[in-house]
């Protein structure tokens, strides 16, 4: 039986994030709306990372490095403010998968050229020497 890979999270910087936005004034529907995210998601997210509410739904939902990127910008931050804020270092992986995201918010027109037109993501992929 294959063993999946654990899914890399931001979980351990929830805490941080909620009393940044406390400091900045914010109640939980407020940040989240300021994210761009449901309201709901605090409550999911504080499951998954185990905060305590009293309004907890029955799903927990890991900070994924797509809602990070949403949390972050919504409190202003950045990845570097956010280390040394919160006296974390991200992992390899998180580094990683931060740098993929913007990457791709970066190049968002050239992965649309690539997706509508196969022969230019084949030429790509050749060049890269990707299978």
């Not at 309004?55 to 890991?62: L, T």
């Not at 409190?75 to 006296?87: D, F, M």
């Not at 913007?102 to 299978?131: G, Y």
Request: hydrophobic share 35%; with cysteine.
């Amino acid at each position: 039986m294959d063993s999946k890979k654990p899914e890399i999270n931001f979980n351990e910087y929830f805490p941080f994030l909620w009393e940044e936005a406390q400091a900045q004034g914010l109640r939980k529907g407020e940040w989240m709306q300021k994210c761009g995210l449901d309201p709901q998601r605090w409550a999911e997210f504080a499951k998954a990372c185990g905060l305590k509410d009293r309004h907890s739904p029955g799903i927990a939902r890991d900070v994924s490095h797509y809602y990070f990127n949403k949390l972050i910008g919504g409190l202003a931050l950045t990845y570097k403010q956010v280390e040394e804020k919160s006296g974390k270092k991200f992992s390899e992986e998180q580094i990683e998968r931060l740098r993929m995201t913007s990457w791709i918010q970066a190049n968002e027109k050239l992965i649309l050229a690539l997706m509508r037109d196969s022969k230019k993501a084949r030429i790509c992929k050749s060049i890269c020497e990707i299978e």
